[in-house]
T-cell receptor, first 117, second 112 residues
Framework: DGGITQSPKYLFRKEGQNVTLSCEQNLNHDAMYWYRQDPGQGLRLIYYSQIVNDFQKGDIAEGYSVSREKKESFPLTVTSAQKNPTAFYLC????????????????FGSGTRLTVV | RKEVEQDPGPFNVPEGATVAFNCTYSNSASQSFFWYRQDCRKEPKLLMSVYSSGNEDGRFTAQLNRASQYISLLIRDSKLSDSATYLCVVRPFSGGYNKLIFGAGTRLAVHP
C-alpha cells in the first residue's frame, strides 16, 4: 500500500544535540512538507520541497535543516539552534502542480514526538 | 488576524445530535478548501474537500460561502467515534506551490 512513513515515533534529544527525523513516501508525490504542532495549536510549516534537490523555508525554519536528495525522502534535522524543539512533528506529501487549481490535499505520516531531556 | 480561524470548542454533544462547525478565512483569493480530522496524538486525515456548491459525504455536509469567507461542516447523527479535532484547511492561491493553511481546530466530544 502506498503511504508516508515517519520514524522514529518517539525521540528524545539532549540539550545541544542535533537529531534527524526520517520521512519516506512511496506515493510518487512531488511535494513534501514538514510541520510542527504544539499542544492546542495549529500546524506550522517548517520547510517544504516541490522537487528533488530544491526546498524552501516555511514560517518557522530557524533551527531546522532539510535535504531532498531523492523524491521519496525528506529528512528533517532539528539542530541545537532550535531552542524549544519539544513538539509533534508531521511530514506530509502531495501532488504539486504549479498553477493548478486542483483540489489536492496532503497525506500525512503518523508523526514523530520529540522531547528534550 | 489569523489566516484561518476556528472556534476551539470543545463542543460536547450527545450521541445522535447534529453539530455544526464554522471556520473563517482571511484571503479572499483562496481556491481550495478542506476539512481534516485529527484524533488525539495522531496525524490529521482528510475528511472531505469542500466544493463551491456544497457537498455531502454520508452524515457529513460541507458548505462554502465565498462572499462571507467562511466554511462550515455539519455532522448529523453524531457517533462516539466522531470525537476528534476537526481542522479547517484553506489553499490560499492557485499559483505557486500547493500551500495549505491549517486552522488550529475545533474539538468535538460526543458522549453516550
Amino acid at each position: 500500500d502506498g503511504g508516508i512513513t515517519q520514524s522514529p515515533k518517539y525521540l528524545f534529544r539532549k540539550e545541544g544535540q542535533n537529531v534527524t527525523l526520517s520521512c519516506e513516501q512511496n506515493l510518487n508525490h512531488d511535494a513534501m512538507y514538514w510541520y510542527r504542532q504544539d499542544p492546542g495549536q495549529g500546524l506550522r510549516l517548517i520547510y517544504y520541497s516541490q522537487i528533488v534537490n530544491d526546498f524552501q523555508k516555511g514560517d518557522i525554519a530557524e533551527g531546522y535543516s532539510v535535504s531532498r536528495e531523492k523524491k521519496e525522502s525528506f529528512p528533517l534535522t532539528v539542530t541545537s539552534a532550535q531552542k524549544n524543539p519539544t513538539a509533534f512533528y508531521l511530514c506530509a506529501s502531495s501532488i504539486d502542480q504549479a498553477g493548478s487549481t486542483s483540489n489536492y490535499g496532503y497525506t500525512f505520516g503518523s508523526g514523530t514526538r520529540l522531547t528534550v531531556v | 488576524r489569523k489566516e484561518v480561524e476556528q472556534d476551539p470548542g470543545p463542543f460536547n454533544v450527545p450521541e445522535g445530535a447534529t453539530v455544526a462547525f464554522n471556520c473563517t478565512y482571511s484571503n479572499s483569493a483562496s481556491q481550495s478548501f478542506f476539512w481534516y480530522r485529527q484524533d488525539c496524538r495522531k496525524e490529521p486525515k482528510l475528511l472531505m474537500s469542500v466544493y463551491s456548491s456544497g457537498n455531502e459525504d454520508g452524515r457529513f455536509t460541507a458548505q462554502l460561502n465565498r462572499a462571507s469567507q467562511y466554511i462550515s461542516l455539519l455532522i448529523r447523527d453524531s457517533k462516539l467515534s466522531d470525537s476528534a479535532t476537526y481542522l479547517c484547511v484553506v489553499r490560499p492561491f492557485s499559483g505557486g506551490y500547493n500551500k495549505l493553511i491549517f486552522g488550529a481546530g475545533t474539538r468535538l466530544a460526543v458522549h453516550p
